[in-house]
């Protein structure tokens, strides 16, 4: 049949009752305009979690095998001894923008008076500010700088606790590689924040040479590699593993816990929520086309006596529902474009997650898979709706359909 007399006819009948067609458009138009914000804003938590995941353990990380499935019984039991050989290989790689070391160990603090328990971290300052950015709130003094050994950054729990500031000495303890107990003095030049309190009482970061000094080591706990774009992890992960096949190489995601744990949470809470938003558009959409049919009973029983085929019918109703559902996505897709839009002139800032201090800027992705599957999915189950609604009157009787009251 030629579509273009019946899309003209449909329009003309959606318009017979302008209320209740304007009614229809415009909860079919919030109804996709809030799947399409919620799954916007579920897409960019997952982007920043990503990143933020990618940035603090780097796109790749090398270790030994033992370093990921087994606990240490003293520090760095299983670290790298080569980590200066595989460093050199790694940079290498075109795709490779930066190997970072780190030295992961715990012990004790000590301002002379008090004592408590830290978690401290021995990295390269110059190289990780460069690679990772400001990852870091420095509420006081300074970033640690390569070259300037036995300083130490503490976070902002651990400082009050201590009643430490910038030029205070401390005295760090840990057992070394040997299982001896080893102590060094060391000035703290800065005072950060991470977002998150608990680990503010209890993180410290100092220089790696500084670090191995304590421990009596030259090894390094892991490597992270910084890849040029994050969509080359995997393959990236492949290459390195095979070149070095007697160490376990993981990627962030491997790592990122609460990336993995988020990310399955919301999930199930916006996937239950698009459906649910769905299931009310579609049933606003049938009430309608049903009480439009009802209404038009007879005007069908009359098509029906002049010739009219029910399948013609049908798909006249089916594009009537079409047009409604295909004008409220539009407008949909418009509202969560302008929400976006709006949100990035006038920023609105989100309060802190559960066990963090520091809050976020609400931001929305705009996706075009999100934003295509959402129209086309909205606007065929619409069209379908109408369609089956259709159908029972269109296969009465003529007689009956001209009857009815």
């Known amino acids: 049949m030629n579509t273009l007399p019946w899309l003209h006819f449909a329009a003309a009948n959606t318009l017979r009752n302008h209320r209740r067609s304007a009614v229809t458009v415009g909860i079919a138009a919030l109804g996709t305009a809030a799947i399409l914000l919620a799954g916007g804003f579920a897409l960019f938590t997952y982007q920043s979690l990503a990143e933020a995941a990618a940035r603090t353990t780097g796109h790749l990380i090398v270790a030994t095998p033992a370093q990921f ?11 790298l001894d080569d980590a200066a050989a595989i460093t050199a290989a790694l940079l290498a790689d075109p795709q490779v923008r930066q190997v970072l070391p780190r030295v992961e160990f715990s012990g004790l603090v000590s301002n002379g008076d008090k004592s408590t328990v830290m978690v401290a971290a021995g990295i390269e300052p110059d190289a990780e500010l460069a690679v990772k950015g400001p990852f870091l709130q420095v509420s006081a003094g300074r970033v640690l700088a390569s070259g300037q050994r ?10 009050r606790s201590l009643k430490a500031k910038p030029g205070s000495g401390l005295t760090l303890l840990a057992s070394t590689t040997e299982g001896a107990l080893n102590a060094l003095d060391v ?7 991470t977002g998150v309190p608990d680990i503010d009482q209890r993180l ?7 670090a191995q000094q304590l421990l009596v080591t030259q090894r390094v706990s892991s490597l992270g590699v910084f890849l040029d774009r994050m969509a080359t992890t995997d393959e990236a992960r492949t290459r390195v593993q095979q070149a070095w096949p007697h160490r376990l190489v993981q ?11 988020v990310k399955a949470l919301y999930n199930r809470i916006f996937g239950a929520l698009g459906l ?29 006596a002049l010739g009219t085929l029910p399948g013609q019918l049908v798909r006249s109703h089916a594009l009537e529902g079409l047009l409604l559902g295909g004008v409220g996505t539009a407008l949909g897709a418009g509202l969560a474009l302008a929400v976006t839009a709006a949100l990035l002139a006038f920023p609105v800032q989100m309060p802190p997650p559960p066990g963090r201090s520091a809050g976020y800027p609400l931001q929305i992705a705009i996706d075009g898979g999100l934003y295509g599957f959402t129209l086309l999915a909205m606007v065929v189950l619409a069209g379908i709706a109408s369609a089956l609604v259709a159908r029972r009157t269109v296969a009465m009787p003529v007689v009956d359909a001209l009857a009815h009251v």
């Open 69 to 79: 499935q087994r606990d240490e019984d003293l520090p760095l039991q299983h670290g």
């Open 150 to 159: 036995q300083q130490v950054m503490l976070g902002e729990g651990l400082a």
């Open 187 to 193: 000035t703290v030049v800065g005072i950060f924040s």
């Open 204 to 210: 410290v970061y100092t220089d790696i040479h500084t």
């Open 251 to 261: 990627t962030w995601v491997d790592q990122a816990f609460f990336y993995r744990s």
């Open 276 to 304: 649910i938003i769905g299931v009310i558009v579609v049933v606003v959409v049938t009430n309608a086309m049903a009480m439009a049919v009802i209404e038009r009973t007879r005007e069908i029983g009359t098509l029906r």
